[in-house]
């Protein structure tokens, strides 16, 4: 059977919460997740509201500050907030990746490697004399590299202290990820924050079959991209007899869990706006089933770090970037491809109610910059203005309290 563009985007919006809104807890729609990206803070909150009817920023808070939710590097060597259970199970699955990135490791582009400044130091006892300090209370990692220092005071402290952070399980403590609170990041040792013992297997197995029902339909090399795991293609050969098998446009097997939902692809999809970071555009190797050709590469970069993404008709179709002065806050939508006037409205009204998720208590506007054709080159024009392609015009929709 052969899956379309469009079929593959509808499964992975259904998996991910995004057809419709749920009305699960947030600790059960972060473990469906299987995590979320969040080495942008207060990504997740957005991640949750955008994907759970009626969610609160202090559902979330609560499970960070109860130690029942956490923020630890995992997939793909980046920060990731999961449940205490995931946390326990997924890094050993992971570990492998965190110890083959130390090896080119640095700290700025053309210094040596971390690993070439600790040439002769005798690793475990760095790792132990880490292990000890992390125990001891949650450090920042100003405040670990002189203790370092002081055992090995003619190594690099930076080296020294790369080499905890890449080899033992450290968590970010609160306040660091707690909603209207702020804080450096600070470590403790995953095991001591947790009262817990991490599990003893290391196989991906497991971890593929959730992926698979997070993300799925999806190829070896989407697997990879999302988890940086080697030797997938293995793994899914020993899963392949539980497993059912589809065929992409463009012929590459796909692979899914037996019961994974598959909607009609003709499914409506509302707009969504996504934070800066959000797994639903990070986790496959092809990107198609969420991002429509015309929009170019150089766009498809752009949106990764600077600006929230908007999800229209399933597909990304602008950007969004909120901005705060004199009490107003402002939302700045710009599309990244043409949409007509009945989308505009929605992603508008949707904007809306971000802010007003987001700025309960402000005087809050919405400006939407509109993608336009013109034979001279693109323009621009603002959501409810008329003009000329190529003009720019901008009308601001306003809501205060």
Not at 127 to 154: I, N
Not at 345 to 351: K, L
Request: no cysteine; aromatic share 6%; net charge positive.
């Amino acid at each position: 059977m052969i899956l379309s563009r469009r079929a593959l985007s509808r499964a992975l919006l259904e998996r991910q919460l995004l057809l419709v809104r749920s009305r699960a807890s947030a600790k059960d729609a972060i473990e469906r997740l299987v995590g979320m990206q969040a080495q942008v803070p207060l990504d997740p909150y957005i991640g949750l509201w955008t994907r759970i009817a009626d969610f609160r920023t202090e559902e979330l808070a609560k499970l960070i500050i109860d130690r029942r939710a956490v923020r630890i590097g995992l997939m793909r060597g980046t920060v990731h907030l999961v449940t205490a259970s995931d946390a326990l199970a997924i890094r050993p699955v992971v570990q492998p990746l965190y110890e083959r990135m130390f090896v080119s490791a640095r700290d700025d582009v053309g210094a040596p490697t971390f690993t070439s400044r600790l040439a002769g130091v005798d690793i475990e006892a760095v790792l132990a004399l880490g292990r000890r300090l992390m125990d001891e209370t949650p450090r920042s990692a100003a405040e670990l590299r002189p203790l370092l220092k002081k055992r090995w005071p003619e190594r690099d402290a930076d080296a020294l202290a790369a080499a905890v952070h890449f080899h033992l399980p450290l968590v970010q403590v609160p306040p660091r990820g707690v909603w209207g609170a702020s804080g450096q990041p600070r470590h403790a040792l995953l095991q001591t924050w947790l009262g817990r013992e991490l599990a003893g297997d290391d196989s991906p197995d497991k971890l593929m079959l959730r992926y698979l029902r997070a993300f799925g339909p999806a190829t070896v090399a989407d697997a990879r991209t999302w988890s940086r795991v080697t030797g997938l293609r293995e793994v899914f050969e020993r899963l392949r007899p539980s497993l059912r098998t589809f065929r992409d446009e463009k012929g590459r097997e796909l692979f899914d869990v037996p019961d994974g939902p598959l909607p009609d692809a003709d499914t409506p999809a509302p707009p969504r706006f996504l934070p800066e970071y959000d797994n639903v555009f990070l986790s496959h190797d092809d990107r198609s089933r969420i991002v429509r050709d015309e929009v170019r590469w150089s766009q498809r970069t752009m949106m990764e770090g600077r600006f929230g993404t908007v999800l229209v008709d399933g597909f990304i179709g602008a950007t969004w970037k909120i901005v705060r002065d004199d009490g107003t806050a402002t939302i700045r939508i710009e599309t990244v491809a043409p949409l007509g006037r009945q989308d505009m409205d929605a992603v508008a009204a949707e904007g809306e109610r971000l802010l007003t998720f987001t700025h309960p208590d402000a005087s809050r506007t919405v400006s939407v910059a509109k993608t336009t054709k013109s034979t001279t080159g693109s323009g621009r024009t603002r959501s409810s203005a008329a003009g000329k392609s190529g003009e720019t015009r901008e009308s601001v929709r306003k809501k205060r309290d």
